[in-house]
Structure formats: C-alpha cells, structure tokens
C-alpha cells in the first residue's frame, strides 16, 4: 500500500479497528464520495478480510443513513464549536469522543435507547 495511504487517520482507524474487533468475513464498510477514504485504500481492505464495499451514490446520503447519522452527530456534537488548535488535538478530542461517550454513554432509539456498548453486550449474551 502507498506510504501515503496507510498513514492517513482513516488508514491508521481501520488498521486500529481491525486489530481490537478482529472482524469475520463480510464486515461493510461504508464510505462516501468525500476524499476521506480513498477507492484505494477501499481496494486494500475489502479483499484482505473478504469485507464489502458501500459507497453512497453521487448525491445520496441516504445510502447508508446509520453511517451518516453518526458522521452527522460527530460534527453537531463535537466538531462545529470545537477549535482545535493542533490536528494531534483534533484526533484525540475526536477519539475521546467516540470511545468514552458515543459508544459507552451515548443512548440510541434505534438501539432500543442502549447506547452501542449495551447493546452489544446484550446481543452477545442472548447467543
């Protein structure tokens, strides 16, 4: 992979999710049309892991209306009213964000009012 590629934040997320979620075969990973993931790093991950691409159609945020929301969230949350003086901050702030709120604390009507955390746990105890 282009060194410039497997240095990018979202290059250095997958590596780091892949890595503590181990996931099977089959994982979807969405994406936009932005230039935040790039079709080839799309390229690098989908067959190394037999994962599944989903790119939202030109124009369409609706494609993949979870991913979105978050993205949304994130900014309305967090990003909009943030000044972040170095990108060091910014990805700490942001890491902070997804892992020790949206994840744990974070409660979701789609997930029966759990926040992601919970409602894994509770998936995984009914098998």
Known sequence: MDK??????VTQ???QAIFRRNPDKGLIIHSDRGANMPATTL???LPKKEF???ISRKGDCWDNAVAESFIHTLKVELVHWMKFKTREEAKRRIFEYVEMYYNTKRAYSTLGYLSPFEYEERSLQTL
Do not use: L
Not at 4 to 9: E, G, H, L, N, R
């Open 4 to 9: 410039i590629i497997a240095d990018t934040p």
């Open 13 to 15: 997320t997958m590596n």
């Open 43 to 45: 390229k690098h991950y």
């Open 52 to 54: 599944i691409g989903s």
